[in-house]
């Protein structure tokens, strides 16, 4: 890890070793971990025109600012390069002056997560572990099975999901071949039991809100987003937040092309929870320490009542002057619809939340009018069928007869 110094405590500063196990602080209960890079030598090696003419287009092509050595094997899966797009007609209905999409459900696996999984395994081989494992609400879980499946056998992965995880996030995690643990109760238990399964058995940890290295993945979300648009960052920068790590990722992000001179402007994060299961929101809004909250929302992926890197987001937040937000199930069902029609993209309800977000942001005057953003899209909608249907609706039923189609039709205005 060429331009890795060390790792450091958010907490109390404490240093250490960046080595590939070492998951939190010794002093600090849950200290969470953050890793430092040497900054002026980056910017000696590494320039924005190297990086255009890097033929790499995966994660890896940011190297210089990932914890990772050389010549460790990376996962075969193609993640990132995730497209981003331009809504005119969503940025004229949310009320802003232009609205950026970032489709990360497009990743291999179908989540953002794919980008902390890849890590996992780089550092799980650094560390000299065969078998990765972690506790997750269903996307974590299927980016690792699928990244370790890509490795053709040679590692393996075992996973702890509480028992509501959606059908397809199971189906997937199944065909990968993960050895799946379908625990009875909430992803609270579900963590606990994969961290006493870690500890018992000596398998490497890939649950993102305790591995330091797993935020580093995530932050290439921001860098890739930067490079896309040409290192001119709109105002605000938009996630569904969960255990909190996905915006803490994007954070580092900017924070590091900042570091490097290679953007200008740091955008404002807004993070966006649902109304069912929001305590990040709280500490934030309260400024206070963290209160465990009921996991009462539609959105999966980011139901977490007892989110463990809460500090980190709530740091990352009020660092670049954002704000969070929360939204209710019925808002971030309406604005999958809406997405979907007016956009072509399917997102699950955690992905189409932070645009329900952004679109409630706007409304009570946080976003101005006069403002831009971009919106990070961070799993996809075939993921969760069943809210998919909740959100669209019914297909028009008939008869195999033409003039009854066609009376149906005219009753609806569709013809």
Request: with cysteine; proline share 4%; charged share 25%.
């Amino acid at each position: 890890m060429e331009y890795v110094e060390g790792l450091h405590c958010i907490k109390c500063a404490k240093e250490y070793e960046a080595d590939p196990e070492r998951y939190l602080c010794d002093d600090c209960e849950d200290g969470i971990l953050d890793l430092d890079y040497d900054y002026a030598k980056i910017k000696r090696d590494w320039s924005k025109e190297i990086l255009k003419n890097t033929s790499e287009q995966r994660i890896w092509r940011y190297a210089p600012l990932l914890p990772i050595e050389k010549n460790t094997e990376k996962p075969k899966l193609a993640v990132g390069n995730t497209p981003i797009y331009e809504s005119r007609v969503l940025a004229d209905q949310l009320g802003i002056k232009q609205l950026i999409i970032k489709d990360d459900g497009l990743n291999p696996t179908a989540s953002l997560k794919d980008r902390a999984s890849a890590m996992a395994v780089v550092k799980a081989q650094e560390a000299g572990a065969v078998t990765v494992a972690c506790s997750s609400t269903g996307n974590a879980a299927s980016s690792l099975a699928g990244n370790i499946a890509s490795m053709g056998g040679r590692m393996k992965s075992v996973i702890f999901v509480p028992d509501r995880a959606p059908a397809g996030k199971l189906a997937q995690l199944l065909v990968y071949g993960a050895d799946v643990v379908s625990v009875q109760g909430s992803y609270e238990e579900a963590f606990y039991l994969s961290a006493a399964a870690i500890d018992k058995w000596g398998w490497y940890n890939r649950n993102a809100a305790i591995n330091p290295y797993l935020v580093e993945g995530k932050k290439t979300v921001s860098i890739e987003l930067a490079e896309q648009l040409n290192w001119q960052m709109p105002d605000w920068l938009v996630f569904s937040v969960g255990d909190g790590c996905t915006i803490a990722g994007a954070y580092k992000g900017l924070y590091d092309l900042a570091q490097l001179g290679f953007i200008e402007k740091m955008p404002k994060l807004l993070g966006v929870q649902a109304a069912g299961c929001a305590p990040i929101t709280e500490a934030f809004k309260n400024n206070e320490e963290l209160k465990v909250s009921q996991e009462n929302t539609i959105a999966d992926s980011i139901a977490v009542g007892k989110p463990r890197n809460w500090l980190k987001a709530v740091r990352a937040v009020r660092d670049s002057k954002g704000d969070m937000i929360n939204v209710s199930d019925q808002k971030i069902l309406q604005m999958m619809k809406t997405l979907g029609e007016k956009s072509g993209i399917f997102a699950e309800p955690a992905g189409a939340a932070g645009l329900a977000g952004l679109k409630k942001a706007a409304e009570i005057g946080l976003v101005k009018k006069e403002e831009s953003a971009a919106a990070v899209i961070t799993g996809n909608g075939l993921k969760d069928i069943k809210n998919g249907r909740k959100a669209a609706g019914n297909p028009i039923e008939v008869e195999a007869d033409l003039d009854k189609l066609t009376q149906v039709f005219k009753e609806m205005g569709v013809v």
